[in-house]
């Protein structure tokens, strides 16, 4: 079974500043692919960034970057330059074979 | 483009009774098609998902059941819901190919009373 760990159920940021997001997970396969999504106040679900565990270069989508640590199974998401925006639950989630697990989330408050 | 469309985005409904939540997908052919639920405050668990035509899987034992009448079309249903069946509904697709991301509808908020 796969599992998704996102121990940090509330975090805050000052708004310009940086904020890392945590996410650990778990699989018995090979070849995975990890994605970070977001769900602001309006509940819509919206992809911010994808990794294929294949790739060791992090991925990178403007001001959002991943520091994956595949040995570690550690899969963190860096918010540089954090706008009010960006205020919203953030969901790790991995796959398996055509589907998604998803982490218990965690909210963030991005302060003016 | 690929557009997804859910409805409805409010249902309040009593204990007993039917329940029919549609899900449609334009701009792709034989997508995967998948049911999500999220209860307050909580990550999401998948109930069903499709690889086509009268092909579903479900994940999790429960008073639900999907349909898919049509390529693009995915429909959640249940006879007689529960107090328990209250959440939001994510309806989402993906193209085929392993690794492809979730594209999510905008969500139902039902409510059993």
């Known amino acids: 079974a796969q599992t998704v760990t996102q121990s940090q159920p509330e975090m805050s940021v000052q708004e310009a500043e940086t904020v890392t997001l945590s996410c650990t997970y778990d699989?018995?396969?090979?070849?995975?692919?990890l994605f970070w999504y977001k769900q602001p106040p309006s509940r819509q679900m919206i992809l911010v960034i994808r990794?294929?565990?294949?790739?060791?270069q992090n991925a990178t989508e403007n001001r959002f970057s991943v520091n994956f640590q595949k040995a570690a199974k550690s899969f963190s998401l860096k918010i540089s330059d954090s706008q009010l925006g960006d205020a919203a639950m953030y969901f790790c989630a991995l796959t398996r074979a055509r589907q998604l697990t998803f982490g218990s989330g965690t909210q963030l408050t991005v302060l003016p | 483009s690929q557009t997804i469309h859910q409805w409805p985005a409010t249902l309040v409904q009593p204990v007993g009774s039917p329940l029919s939540l549609e899900c449609t997908v334009e701009?792709?052919?034989?997508?995967?098609l998948y049911w999500y639920r999220q209860a307050a405050g909580r990550g999401l668990q998948l109930l069903f998902y499709s690889v086509g035509i009268g092909q579903i899987s479900s994940e999790v034992p429960q008073n639900l059941s999907a349909s898919r009448p049509q390529d693009r079309q995915f429909i959640l249903s249940s006879k007689k819901l529960l107090l328990s069946d209250s959440g939001f509904y994510l309806c989402a697709w993906s193209v085929g190919t392993v690794g492809s991301p979730l594209h999510f509808g905008n969500g139902t908020r039902l409510t059993v009373t």
């Open positions: 701009g792709t052919s034989n997508p995967n």
């Open positions: 699989t018995s396969e090979s070849d995975y692919y």
């Open positions: 990794q294929e565990a294949y790739k060791q």
